[in-house]
């Protein structure tokens, strides 16, 4: 199937900001508004499919990490003027903004490094890191430390990777970072269809898990759900997720969309949705979620169709 080489294909948001990163069919990215209006110019370098990118929530910049050619890159996005460049850096796992100005670059090795947003300084350095979570506004990021491999991992909190950190846990069960905020932290498990939360010590505040069930190709019970687009709403109090057939995971239509009360695991909306666009990131303080096609504002659950383009 053929696409409009200047039609969005992916979007890179920050979930504290209303701006977002187009980045096309071709590979080539600029910054655009919920409307579609472009608002600076192509940055210099293409975005690839496996690129990783994270946008300040203050400063008009945008880091963009590219694991085939082994770099990350800053961009004021406004003039194209590049800040710095990192090279060498085999196996991008991800890069993530925190605390305002700090980036997190992780590698699929598990090595891990902290450096200033507008000078590329390194400010400290990790290893064994397998996960990041990360809000652009706070000061403190989350760690998962251990192999995937290994049954039991490690959850950290820290302000910085040259300081210990501020709280840590244990834990088995096979969670994937998912949201945080003040004195909780939202993890997704995939098999099970499961949404829980804990607070920093790791006591399990509460676990929502859909009953439908099916059968894997092990023979074992599977949930036949799973989460997607998890983010915290703007109270900071609340979890927004997006429960998906796992039998139709292009498709949209029948999933379930869900508020919890992150403190107490209540569930305060529930709501089906019937449009059949992807809507994958969070922006605008947890206002829309975004897509290549239109926009999907919360709690409302207003559908916008945009024709995103580059050009």
Partial sequence: MSHDKDAACWCYTDIHRKEWLLVSFANQAAMASLDGAILG???PEAVDAAGHVA??????????????NKTVSAYDWRTNKQ???????HELASVDCFDRHKIL???????CTEVDAVTGQQMGRAVGVS????DSMSKTIVLRRGSYKEPAYRIEFRTSL???????FSLRDEFVLAAYGDGWLGMAEHHNGTLACFDYNGRELWRYRNEDTTTDWKGDSESVFHFRCICKLPSNKHIF???RSKAAPGNISGATAMIFDAGSGAMLFESKLSSEHLAYDA????????SRDGYLTLPDLRWNPRSYRLK
């Fill in 162 to 168: 040259a300081e210990e950190p501020t709280a840590a």
């Fill in 105 to 111: 670059i992780t590698q699929i090795s598990g090595k």
């Fill in 83 to 89: 800040l710095w460049r990192l090279s060498g850096l």
């Fill in 41 to 43: 110019p192509v940055l």
């Fill in 55 to 68: 946008l300040l929530p203050l400063l008009d910049i945008v880091v963009v990490g590219s694991f085939n």
């Fill in 283 to 290: 922006l605008a303080e947890g206002g829309c979620l975004i």
């Fill in 131 to 134: 996960a990041v979570l990360a």
């Fill in 241 to 243: 997720a997006m429960q």
